[in-house]
């Protein structure tokens, strides 16, 4: 009998030490531990929303230069407004607000700027602009977008000046901006 008390009595032993739980030390551990990641996540979480934000104004203003395009195919001249093009686009949004611009040399518009002006502080900005070119292999007459956006968030967004330069769309933007797409 001696040794069946024995065996009860380590048994008793070895599961009241499974029963004990977690120590103060592993806590303290499994928390520091949750602290960093979620100090290296959330500021890309965060990000994430403006980003989607900013996909708006990016396909809203790339939708308006490739209206641009067919705008000038039927008609030999940009649309001066964002109504002209036809696309349904509102001309303010919750973030963004846009604007057309084709200015006229000798009743012919060879240029039009579009842009995306940011509402809010956090967005960046985009300007688009079609202008007519040449393609140089065969000297046919195109049209030729390019889609800029501000490097940086802009301190006072609506201020902000960004606009596709040159009459090559090659030059790219300012150099307050970055070429997002070219066509």
């Not at 093009?85 to 057309?100: M, P, S």
């Amino acid at each position: 009998m001696k040794t069946e008390f024995q065996a009860k009595f380590l048994q008793h032993l070895t599961q009241k030490k499974q029963e004990q739980g977690f120590t103060l030390i592993e806590l303290l551990v499994v928390i520091i531990i949750i602290g960093i990641l979620s100090a290296i996540a959330l500021p890309s979480f965060l990000n994430q929303a403006n980003k989607a934000k900013q996909s708006e104004a990016k396909q809203n203003v790339g939708s308006m230069n490739r209206a641009q395009q067919a705008y000038y195919l039927e008609n030999s001249t940009f649309g001066s407004t964002v109504e002209n093009l036809g696309l349904g686009i509102q001309t303010q949004t919750t973030n963004y607000t846009y604007t057309v611009t084709a200015p006229e040399t000798n009743g012919i518009s060879t240029v039009a700027t579009n842009r995306g002006n940011s509402l809010k502080a956090p967005l960046r900005q985009y300007a688009g602009r079609v202008e007519l070119g040449t393609v140089i292999a065969t000297s046919e007459a195109t049209t030729l977008a390019i889609l800029c956006e501000t490097k940086a968030v802009a301190g006072n967004p609506i201020a902000a000046n960004l606009t596709p330069t040159s009459t090559v769309v090659a030059d790219g933007c300012t150099a307050t901006g970055k070429v997002v797409d070219a066509k």
